[in-house]
């Protein structure tokens, strides 16, 4: 585990640091996700001023409802090494600087036929090409290490995947960035984007947060937007057409902890492949379609059947426990697919992330969209998007979100 | 699917609200809501399946998490829904908990030896804070889920033991309890907090000799 030391107050951080230019330098993160809270804290590190605005409670949308699987990068290593081995280095660091927040106890891919096994060598070479440590096992030896698993497993390669707690791990970050004083406003929406000289100034917001409700402006040098699978309708409001693609998956929880490690089917891709345990639950993820808007969503009330049949496969238990809970979570991806209707539900899209520059791509200065990402990586997107901003603002900060153990969670609200 | 009609809390007064079919939990019917007829109605959540602790209300009155609200389970209304009590206010049925968090022991333990007794998992309690609503208790009290943190904590971490008894002995600790296990029950978690307080009153006793 790499060594972090506390975070330094706000003022001890800002004395510290060499005559700076971003201290005068305001920038409005919107969107109150994962990505919106690691941006806002490496943002605050680097010095900038930072005011978060969110329309709803901090985490509502996409980044709450994860399964909450710790990615070491295995599931990604066969179709995108360097996604791979960004999930291995960024689990790393959240191990190291919110370790409270995740339970890492290792991951086992599963094989459940003759096909899996045959993947194998290629499986695990593909991990250890992205520097993942994967080591193939017999069946005997993971079911010794997980009793629910099935008895008809044919092997198994142990990986060092986690789980986390998809609330609490954002909220270590919106502590952090308070702490350095940046602004967290959640109830509060953007609902229009003022723009003067082909570069955007200000954000019209409402207020929300205590009634009557209030609208004022939120004047800028720069605004990001953070909103996921969201990310289309804040572009509308600038007049822009962002490529997001809304990609629901279902997950279902039973009552029962049925394993310590994330059980994973060690296959190229599909619906239904991963059982994660949290606190005393098991869930299975996931499935994939396309929906027009991430407003809304529920789960299709046949997924909850199909998916406990695919998680017992693995392990035959999770079909005896009590389902507690099934939910949706759409999944924000850079890009389009073909048509809506692709039967693939959108997995051709790559799950990478980008910071798109509306300078360079619309002639909008001030102004760019964090699309694509998976919650292991969102300190990597904030830091990406974060680097833009430098750039775009033509000041030099490095980033330091990797450096220091967050507050807790509980911090935020304390 | 029966309708249900549920009448939510929403500015100074309630509004009635139809059920619209698809929904199985009331967290799903305020999703539908929102994403509809009202975009502006307020109400925390983030997880959707009884993790992360913020979707908590009172349901007819009583203390739920709403995601784990089937409305299967419901009278056919109107199902009366309003914000918990003894948190902050900031409209709607959504609350700031930070009177829940202001309470609970510094540095009290997140993760425990799993089931198993080979891995690590993440304590129990959700910090939901349906038990501090739910408490009868109108006394400077630090509330059931503090005290059953600072339980966790004294069973646990034997280290930590001292301030775990410090700390329900203080002047907003245990005797302010009166008993009446309200916490237990609404625990969405069987976190016991009850139990757990009985459990620091024997220690203090034992301690105490």
Known sequence: MAETTALPFAGALKASRRPCRTRDLRVCVIGGG??????AYDLSLRGFSVTLLERGELTSGTTGRHHGQLHCGARYSLADR??????????????????????????????????????EAEFVDACRAAGIPALPISAREALAMERALSPRILGAVAVPDGSFDAFRLPLSFFAAARALGARIRAWNEVVALETSGRRVTAALVVDRSSDPKREYRVEADYFVGACGAWAGGLGALAGLDVPITSAPGTMVAVRARLCDRVVSHLHRAGDGDIVVPQRGLSIIGSTQSLAASPEALLPPSGDIPYLISLASRMIPSFAEAPVHAAWCA???LAGRPPRLGAADGGRS??????????????GLAGFCTVIGGKATVLRAMAQKAADLVCRSLGVEAACASADYALPSWREYYG | MSSVIL???????FADYEVEAGALTILDALELIRGGR????RYRHSCHHGSCGTCGALVDGSERLMCLTRLSDLSPGPVTIEPLRKMGVVGDLAVDPSPLFAEMPE???YLRASESGSGQRLEDCIECALCVSACPVTRPFAGPAALAAADRDREERPG????????????????????????????????????????????MAARKG
């Open chain 2, 107 to 109: 540095g009290s333990s």
């Open chain 1, 82 to 119: 360097e996604i791979a081995r960004e999930c291995m280095e960024e689990s790393l660091v959240l191990r190291s600087i919110a370790g409270d927040a995740i339970e890492y106890n290792g991951g086992l891919f599963v094989e459940l036929d003759g096909e899996d096994s045959g993947l």
């Open chain 1, 34 to 39: 994962g990505t919106g809270a690691a941006l």
């Open chain 2, 7 to 13: 009448r939510v809390a929403r500015g100074d007064g």
């Open chain 2, 38 to 41: 009202d975009p502006s109605l």
């Open chain 2, 160 to 203: 930590r033991e001292g301030a775990a008894l410090a700390f329900a002995s203080g002047d907003r600790g245990v005797a302010a309890c009166e008993r009446s296990f309200a916490c237990s029950r609404a625990c969405p978690q069987a976190v016991q907090p009850g139990r757990r307080i009985e459990s620091l009153r024997r220690s």
């Open chain 1, 330 to 332: 759409a999944r924000p």
């Open chain 1, 349 to 362: 899209i790559s799950r990478d992330f980008a910071a798109l520059d509306h300078a360079e791509r619309d």
